[in-house]
């Protein structure tokens, strides 16, 4: 792999139209229209019009009644293509000052900023970049924006279903400009506890929801993983009890534990785990029975660390005076879906995966230039590699 741009004047054109100025207000523009998960319409039609205005067009696949993906495609069809996706949903804003766009310096503050749209307006620019640069109109490179990442991740279901096998992706997320090629996946386990309805304080037997509580607990004791990929558990709901007023021992109560895994084999593991302390707990409460249901799960991302695409990005960011730095996230993105489809997927964009889904949410406008070009530059280094391949096959 070429250790410098295979494009240096494409590079200097596409320097030049990624600026500051063009972030911010693309980005501020991004953030002040709310987006959350089921309630996308609004910035799908901004980035519509965007696309429109920088003369591309932009194909809707539909996902649902109202949402839907867009596709934008760069190049000609017949030819190997790589992908950009990212994602236009966000979580809740929780505060309604989180709702609105603000810049202080070079930092834009409000819901989204960094888990997405720093990476939608990265991913946005560089596609726009490349498509203005001389031969733009010849990189097959398509452009994917989803819906739905930040819940069930039906966008990204959708656009695997009959996606194009492509060479490469890159997946934007907060990573701090880190190559991410291997995240987390999970399981979701469901305990579901009976016990016998009786009198609070003279039980015929032991509680379900107290019973429930001690296999969490011994459940996240348990999971343990070596090396340096720590194990979250996390209990996504738990109901059970009622509030009627007489009191008695409740007859039933359920929870869901999540469990973030990296293999397939991790997830057998802790669903062997979890039976085992069903077991033991079962047995310190008489009276109550205990269930372990698996309401599904996922084996995330896992793309080789020598894959081409890790060097492409490795050789952009070096190009521009960024360290190449390789990670794994111990959570769940799309990426993983196109993993799953066979595509080489490695996650990657600006700002910081604490400040995604926290009440205060922020990127760096520099960080989201950075991005953009590091992208950019990796699509020209793969487009001009693949050229001299294809000349030298003549
Ligand atoms: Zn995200």
């Not at 009644?65 to 950009?84: M, W």
């Not at 990296?262 to 077991?279: H, N, P, V």
């Not at 896992?302 to 111990?330: K, Q």
Request: charged content about 20%; proline content about 4%.
């Amino acid at each position: 792999m070429g250790k410098k741009a295979s494009h240096p004047h494409a590079m200097e054109t596409i320097a030049a139209f990624i600026t500051l100025p063009r972030i911010s207000k693309l980005l501020s523009a991004l953030v002040r229209i709310p987006s959350p998960s089921g309630e996308e319409m609004a910035a799908l039609r901004f980035i519509e019009s965007y696309l429109g205005q920088q003369g591309l067009s932009a194909r809707r696949q539909q996902v649902s009644r109202n949402r839907y993906n867009i596709l934008v495609h760069g190049g000609n069809s017949s030819q190997p293509s790589v992908l950009l996706n990212t994602h236009v949903d966000t979580v809740p804003s929780y505060t309604a000052a989180n709702s609105v766009a603000r810049r202080a310096g070079n930092t834009i503050y409000g819901r989204g900023s960094c888990d997405a749209k720093g990476s939608v307006a990265a991913m946005l620019l560089a596609f726009v970049a490349i498509h203005r640069s001389s031969d733009g109109g010849q990189v097959p490179v398509d452009l994917c924006f989803t819906v739905g990442e930040e819940n069930s991740g039906d966008g990204s279901q959708r656009f695997v279903q009959d996606c194009r096998k492509y060479v490469w992706a890159i997946v934007g997320e907060p990573t701090d400009l880190r190559i991410v090629n291997c995240h987390a996946g999970y399981v979701e386990i469901v305990l579901a506890a009976s016990s016998v309805r009786s009198h609070a304080f003279v039980p015929a037997g032991e509680q379900a929801i107290i019973a429930v509580a001690d296999l969490m607990l011994e459940i996240k004791r348990a999971s343990r993983r070596k090396g340096k990929k720590p194990v979250h558990t996390f209990v996504h709901w738990i109901e059970g009890g009622d509030r009627s007023p007489f009191w008695s021992v409740g007859s039933s109560c359920k929870a869901s534990l999540v469990v973030n895994t990296y293999s397939k084999a991790e997830i057998a593991s802790i669903i062997r785990l979890a039976r085992a302390c069903c077991a033991t707990v079962e047995r310190k409460y008489p009276g109550v029975e205990i269930e372990v249901q698996i309401d599904g799960s996922d084996e995330g991302l896992e793309t080789p660390r020598n894959s081409p695409v890790v060097d492409y990005l490795s050789s952009s960011l070096r190009a521009i005076g960024r360290d190449r730095r390789i990670a794994v996230l111990p959570s769940w993105t799309d990426g993983a879906r196109l993993c799953a489809a066979g595509i080489p997927t490695v996650v990657f964009g600006p700002g910081s995966l604490k400040d995604a889904h926290a009440v205060q949410e922020k990127v760096d406008i520099k960080d989201v230039r950075d991005a953009s070009l590091a992208i950019a530059g990796a699509i020209l280094n793969w487009h001009g590699q693949a050229g001299r391949t294809k000349r030298r096959r003549k």
